[in-house]
């Protein structure tokens, strides 16, 4: 009965947080002259890929590596096939060119680069190093080209008065309210899923890609929703994008430094190869016709509807 309470308070607190953080995000880039995309790239991301980060590091130091690396490959897979599946079925999504030409073959390369390297079985302290310092490279460089090209919120004329006129310190606070509130909510939604899943004796890799990574994911759900409601579509698909690249290059590369991660032959042979192949499939999607359709968004989350079929099968 406890789990249910903490699945409706989590998911109350998930909606709020959701708002709070996108209401935060759009001010702070109006106030810095950055572009909403870079900021659903940056700070929104990161803020959303904070419960990765605890489940992660608690995985890898608890001695349950299939959780820790299951829950960040299973997460992706969820962030592009049924988030942005369902975030594109409630709101079509308009795409930038910035997304076609700069964030998508970003989070492709990052995704490869993590396949490429667990493929001996362990994603070590060096490996870590390498993912950190590459995702910095990258920030600076997406901050400094953004900032060239004087960039506003594309749909500026969209943000209401309030959002215009916020001081910038009580943008950080909503973004850090937002941060906050969508870590707890998960975590409480976390703590009733996976408790029930233990009841019925399901294996760690099945609870890492499917429950902790969809529960870890909640946040880009209702974030993407918020954002794709506000008419920020930039923020929208910056934060799922941002995202996977984050959950890759920051939450793995900070738990292996701490940590040195195992990775299962089923992992490797089988999901990353998944991850791969959704993580394609997603671009000419979003370049044919440069919007994500209500279609496009059906095709995703039956794709993710297979992918569930063949984990329990």
Do not use: Q
Request: proline share 3%; charged share 15%.
């Amino acid at each position: 009965m406890l789990s249910y309470v903490f699945l409706i308070v989590g998911f109350l607190l998930l909606i709020f947080s959701g708002d709070f953080l996108v209401k935060g995000a759009v001010s702070i880039a109006l106030k810095l002259r950055l572009s909403t995309l870079v900021i659903g790239m940056t700070i929104v991301s990161f803020g959303t890929s904070a419960p990765e980060l605890l489940v992660s590091i608690k995985a890898a130091l608890g001695g349950h590596p299939d959780i820790s690396i299951g829950s960040v490959v299973g997460s992706n897979i969820s962030n592009i096939a049924l988030i942005l599946g369902i975030t594109a079925l409630v709101f079509p999504i308009t795409v930038s060119k910035a997304t076609l030409r700069i964030d998508w073959p970003m989070m492709m390369l990052s995704t490869l680069l993590f396949v490429v390297v667990v493929m001996d079985g362990e994603l070590s302290a060096w490996e870590g190093i390498l993912f950190i310092v590459f995702l910095i490279s990258f920030i600076v460089w997406l901050i400094r080209n953004s900032r060239k090209g004087s960039a506003v919120p594309a749909a500026v004329d969209e943000v209401n008065e309030e959002e215009k006129n916020l001081p910038l310190w009580k943008g950080i606070g909503l973004v850090g309210l937002g941060v906050v509130g969508l870590v707890l909510g998960a975590d409480l939604m976390l703590k009733g899923a996976v408790e029930i899943a233990r009841y019925y004796d399901v294996s760690e890799r099945i609870i890492g890609l499917t429950i902790v990574a969809f529960g870890t994911s909640l946040p880009e759900l209702i974030t993407s929703c918020v954002a794709a409601f506000r008419k920020e579509a930039d923020i929208s698909i910056g934060n799922l994008i941002g995202s996977n690249i984050f959950n890759i290059l920051a939450i793995l590369g900070i738990t292996s430094i701490i940590h040195p991660i195992s990775v299962s032959s089923s992992i490797i042979n089988s999901d990353n190869y998944i991850l791969l192949g959704i993580t394609f499939l997603v671009f000419p999607l979003m370049y044919f016709g440069k919007k994500l359709t209500r279609a496009k968004g059906l095709l995703l989350f039956f794709v993710y509807a297979a992918y569930l079929i063949y984990l329990i099968v």
